[in-house]
Nanobody, 128 residues
Framework: QVQLVESGGGSVQAGGSLRLSCAAS????????MGWFRQVPGKEREGVAA????????RYADSVRGRFTISRDNAKNILDLQMNSLTPEDTAMYYC?????????????????????WGQGTQVTVSS
């Protein structure tokens, strides 16, 4: 079973950047399909970006494509999310997650219900 710990959240002004990291332990990080999700109070958790374990294929939500970049370092068991051109609408709790079985990945990549393990989250606040 893999444990996930996010870091890098904080407060930033609109137009700024943040880089989130997720450290994985207790499992073989390189075999998991990984994703970043976010949630604001009163709303459902939504997929932001996802990445496959070996090839590193990616998928992004339309709202962040071109601004956010997901990456992973399998040797260090790290998943990153570089967030640029942030807007107040990006304010949320951000979570990293791991999926053990990546079958039909492209269709499932941004679906929270298809992920098996979750971190505790890191808050991102963007002010106007």
């Amino acid at each position: 079973q893999v444990q996930l710990v996010e870091s890098g959240g904080g407060s930033v002004q609109a137009g700024g950047s943040l880089r989130l990291s997720c450290a994985a332990s207790g499992g073989t990080h390189s075999t998991y399909w990984m994703g970043w999700f976010r949630q604001v109070p009163g709303k459902e958790r939504e997929g932001v970006a996802a990445i496959t374990p070996r090839v590193g294929a990616t998928r992004y939500a339309d709202s962040v494509r071109g601004r956010f970049t997901i990456s992973r370092d399998n040797a260090k068991n790290i998943l990153d999310l570089q967030m640029n051109s942030l807007t107040p609408e990006d304010t949320a709790m951000y979570y990293c997650a791991a999926m053990a079985n990546g079958g039909d990945w492209f269709a499932r990549a941004l679906s929270p219900g298809d992920y098996d393990y979750w971190g505790q989250g890191t808050q991102v606040t963007v002010s106007s």
